[in-house]
């Protein structure tokens, strides 16, 4: 028997050019970030703006910790952390990341709200088939991270 996703006909998507990290809001994202690196005896650095921080986990990987826009609701307390799946674009993010929102529709994700281009490439927030939520991010070419 056929597996389902078998029958699919997308694009590979490889380690090549997908990453993960992970996500993390905060009030204070520079203390935030520097209290993690201190308790995990790494590093961090200023990330795409004043508002997001990146912390260099020592076994391979990244927390970003960001303040989100005053503009957009809170996380819930609990729900603050999630993955984000992370490619670098090409000239135009948006129509990248529209592209790869298909994609992972058709593996069963949903989105949780609109797609939207920031200065630094563009994103959107999903939800796995299960509910949990995270974030898609095409960053532009050049972007801190990518």
Known sequence: MTAWFEMLTLPTMSAETTSLSWVLAANNPQ????FYAKALGCSCRAGLSDQHWMVSLPMGGTL???????????????AALAPCFQRIGNKHPDAELG????????????????????????????????????????????????
């Open 31 to 34: 203390s935030l970030a520097e």
């Open 64 to 78: 970003q910790i960001y303040r989100p826009s005053r503009q957009r609701p809170w996380p819930v307390r609990g």
């Open 99 to 146: 592209g790869w929102i298909e994609q992972l529709e058709a593996l069963g994700a949903r989105r949780r709200e609109a797609a939207r281009l920031e200065s630094f490439g563009a994103e959107c927030w999903m939800e796995d088939p299960e509910g949990q939520p995270f974030l898609t991010l095409v960053l532009q070419p050049g972007s801190i991270g990518s």
